[in-house]
């Protein structure tokens, strides 16, 4: 009995994000009091491209890439438009401004791999107890990585920016899906900024997919730690935003960690050397007394500008991964839940801020960061003008703690700045 209700939970996890819907248009910023018309210059740039990294497996169709693992990261790029609507429609609609109730579809995401990077570990040799590296491994993949570097510099001249937005998805998401995640994340914002998708081996709908994909995710942590120091290393790059749903949270802090503790032995500064001003947990699926560890044993904040994460205690997939781990997952932790140890902890953690989405089950329970109305506002906000809770552009409801508090009357305010922070 306990194996079939195991293969059931799993089955549901994987399945837990499945079909792609587009996203729902968020609640309206203040655009300097008026509403874009049909003649001004679109909200969006005209350039809809994005970069993509990924060591998911290459397959010979139009998705191309598949769910499965590959030991070698590929960047190239990655077009979606919406094949239903103009790019001022789209940009109307995607800033809450929309002349209509016509929702976006969006066509297939055009992907096209630049270059692909040897595989990891590289070869190496053991003499003596001396390691020595294959220097024609060594060099292409130096060779590689300077491609990659070359190639976001090249883009973040173009779009006179020097903030980069990387977006890390969560379980059974298709690369294209991952890409048209992004792309409405990143029209949300008005496309401030320039958008590197990590797209990590998810979706293959197997038996035990959740457990599966859950080692999928230990595997990439390496590929992501390179991708961010190749980003560190892009003198272009003035600031970095990290967003990450679900599992893809995990492997998200798991890197950051690991990067914290190589900047601490080489006596470097976290925040200096990889710039990331704000980490973006959606429904994180992390046991929620790691995630403690993690933020207040380790120090893990103070390497950050400031992490926003969004919870939603009744969240149905984090419920059955609870029941399946046995522990509390962070995305759906409240206050009154959380032990006098754990409400200690967050206390003195005062660049973390836990947002609890009231009426998340309105809209849907574990993908709210882009069918939630003001989440997809809030997080636009916060990119577009680095705002924090306590500040105007960010009308939360403080609760007790860390926590804040957003609902569906929530409706932000950029006051018509194009960025605080700077584009």
Not at 23 to 51: C, F, Q, T, Y
Not at 102 to 122: D, K, N, S
Not at 189 to 201: E, K, Q, T, V, Y
Request: hydrophobic content about 40%; some cysteine; overall charge negative.
């Amino acid at each position: 009995m306990k194996l079939v209700q195991l293969l059931f939970v799993c089955a549901f996890i994987a399945g837990c994000t499945g079909t792609y819907l587009a996203a729902i248009a968020p609640n309206a910023w203040e655009l300097s009091g008026r509403v874009p018309s049909k003649g001004d210059k679109p909200l969006l740039h005209e350039n809809a491209e994005m970069l993509s990294v990924t060591n998911r497996n290459r397959v010979d169709n139009s998705s191309g890439y598949g769910d499965d693992r590959s030991s070698s990261m590929a960047f190239g790029h990655v077009t979606v438009e919406a094949a239903n609507m103009s790019s001022q429609e789209y940009a109307g609609y995607m800033t809450g401004h929309a002349n209509d109730n016509v929702r976006p579809i969006c066509a297939h995401a055009r992907i096209a791999e630049a270059v692909r990077f040897p595989g990891t570990p590289l070869a190496f040799a053991i003499d003596k107890g001396v390691l020595t590296r294959d220097r024609p491994a060594v060099a292409a993949y130096k060779h590689a990585g300077a491609q990659l570097r070359n190639e976001l510099t090249r883009e973040l001249a173009e779009r006179g920016t020097g903030k980069v937005v990387l977006f890390v998805q969560g379980f059974n998401s298709s690369f294209e899906d991952s890409a048209i995640n992004l792309f409405e994340l990143w029209s949300a914002f008005g496309r401030a900024g320039f958008p590197p998708l990590f797209s990590w081996p998810v979706g293959g709908h197997k038996v035990l997919g959740y457990l599966g994909e859950t080692q999928n995710g230990d595997f990439s942590v390496y590929h992501l730690k390179e991708t961010l120091r190749l980003i560190a290393a892009t003198e272009a790059v003035d600031e970095v935003v990290v967003i990450a749903h679900s599992h893809g949270a995990s492997v998200v802090t798991s890197a950051l960690r690991e990067l914290l503790i190589e900047s601490r032995g080489a006596g470097l500064s976290m925040r200096d050397t990889y710039r990331i001003e704000t980490l973006i947990l959606t429904a994180p699926d992390i046991d929620l007394g790691v995630m403690e560890q993690r933020l207040v044993a380790e120090t893990f904040g103070i390497g950050l500008g400031q992490i926003n994460v969004y919870l939603y205690p009744d969240d149905n997939a984090l419920g059955v991964a609870r029941w399946l781990f046995g522990s509390l997952r962070f995305g759906a932790a409240r206050p009154e839940q959380m032990s006098r140890e754990s409400r200690a902890v967050f206390q003195g953690v005062k660049p973390v801020y836990l947002i609890l989405v009231q009426d998340a089950g309105e809209y849907d329970r574990h993908n709210y960061f882009r069918r939630h109305p003001v989440v997809l506002s809030d997080i636009a906000i916060t990119i577009r003008t680095g705002a924090r809770p306590a500040d105007p552009e960010r009308p939360l409801e403080h609760l007790d703690l860390n926590f804040q508090s957003i609902d569906k009357t929530y409706t932000p305010s950029c006051f018509g700045s194009s960025n605080r922070s700077g584009q």
